[in-house]
């Protein structure tokens, strides 16, 4: 009847845990007008498969064309508009507002936009892995970045 094999485990220190919401990690550089934070990572919970977090996104904010190689991540809108492109020449596009999910598969080139130019974007973001993977296309995009450049704890300056 026992379950004997879960006993090394002390499920009150290795069960479910909450992180609130204002004990995220700001343990990357801050930019003026933008946060971004980690909630779950290998260092703060002992995930091991999966990273999440909150990125909050200046107005106009643009990344360049890139893919996140074999992970996929999951982008949930929290307040704002998120624009994306993907493809090849990133000629397909979609946008999501408050209460939306965007899942972005492995390999896929895209790239992401606030598409509000006054309000910033506010996202939780969750990923299959730890690595802050991202490559870099030689895609000319169709929305380009250098108006304000997109930051957060993957997409670095």
């Keep these: 009847m026992g379950s004997d094999h879960h006993h090394h485990k002390d499920w009150r220190t290795d069960g479910v845990q909450v992180i609130p919401g204002d004990r995220l990690d700001p343990n990357t550089a801050q930019t003026p007008g933008m946060n971004r934070a980690t909630a779950i990572n290998r260092a703060r919970a002992g995930a091991e498969k999966i990273w999440a977090g909150t990125v909050h996104i200046h107005p106009d904010a643009k990344t360049g064309a ?92």
């Design 66 to 157: 890139h893919h996140h190689g074999d992970l996929e991540s999951v982008i949930y809108v929290v307040k704002g508009r998120a624009r994306m492109r993907w493809g090849e020449n990133l000629e397909f596009v979609a946008e999501a507002g408050p209460g939306d999910f965007i899942f972005v598969p492995p390999f896929v080139p895209h790239q992401e936009i606030n598409a509000s130019a006054d309000e910033t974007l506010e996202c939780v973001l969750v990923r299959s892995g730890q690595d802050p993977v991202v490559v870099n296309l030689d895609i000319e995009p169709v929305e380009k970045p250098e108006h304000v450049k997109w930051i957060d704890p993957i997409h670095r300056e």
